[in-house]
């Protein structure tokens, strides 16, 4: 399953709404994970089942969306969300991951 | 706390071998799948392989069907990843993550291949 994910790269000011997509090339019903990944950090785990929110994540962040098309969205972007941001599916094997979206503040 | 250590990453010549650890604390390990995911150098994220919880089912990313082996040792809470016939191709940082929905991440170890 092929997972499209734009943009590849977004700048915003900060307090601006941030929007995501990813498109599956098939139906992966709600299995979506979102990751967060900081110059030389690990991935984080932000949103699960295309629209849960992990424990202890900030509530500015969401996602959405079932079947094909999903969304994750930034509210009110803060400066120390400055990452690159991955869609994920794990409905089918191999889990595949999306191209990565580098966030950027102006 | 719960925590993934990897370990194992070196250089290794083209060809060559190498095993890969991910030891895990903090949680009931034999419990969870588990994954290996890389990232070469300035690249995306591409998950390499997976793991039932208790061993019995195994998963590999075509890139590596046949070349790695994944395995888990669950008296020792410990995930591997046994790489064969390696090639510069699979210079990258090598992830575990914890269960299917990848909620907890160790923090990596590097693999370089040299020709």
């Known amino acids: 399953i092929q997972m499209t994910q734009s943009p590849s790269s977004l700048s915003a000011f900060v307090g601006d709404r941030v929007t995501i997509t990813c498109q599956a090339s098939?139906?992966?019903?709600?299995?979506v994970n979102w990751f967060q990944q900081k110059p030389g950090r690990a991935p984080e785990l932000l949103i699960y089942d295309a629209s849960n929110l992990q424990t202890g994540v900030p509530s500015r962040f969401s996602g959405s969306g079932s079947g094909t098309d999903f969304t994750f969205t930034i509210s009110s972007l803060q400066p120390e969300d400055i990452a690159t941001y991955y869609c994920?599916?794990?409905?089918?094997?191999?889990?595949?991951f999306g191209q990565g979206t580098k966030l950027e503040i102006k | 706390e719960v925590q993934l250590l990897e370990s194992g990453g070196t250089l290794v010549q083209s060809g060559g071998s190498l095993r890969l650890s991910c030891a895990a604390s903090g949680f009931t390990f034999s419990n969870y799948a588990m994954s290996w995911v890389r990232q070469a150098p300035g690249k995306g994220l591409e998950w390499v392989s997976g793991i039932g919880a208790s061993g019995g089912s195994t998963y590999y990313a075509d890139s590596v069907k046949g070349r790695f082996t994944i395995s888990r040792d669950n008296f020792k809470n410990t995930l591997y990843l046994l790489m064969n016939s390696l090639g510069a191709e699979d210079t990258a940082l090598y992830y575990c993550?914890?269960?299917?929905?990848?909620?907890?991440w160790g923090q990596g170890t590097m693999v370089t291949v040299s020709s």
């Open positions: 993550a914890k269960d299917q929905v990848f909620d907890i």
């Open positions: 994920q599916q794990f409905d089918n094997l191999p889990y595949t």
């Open positions: 098939r139906d992966i019903r709600k299995y």
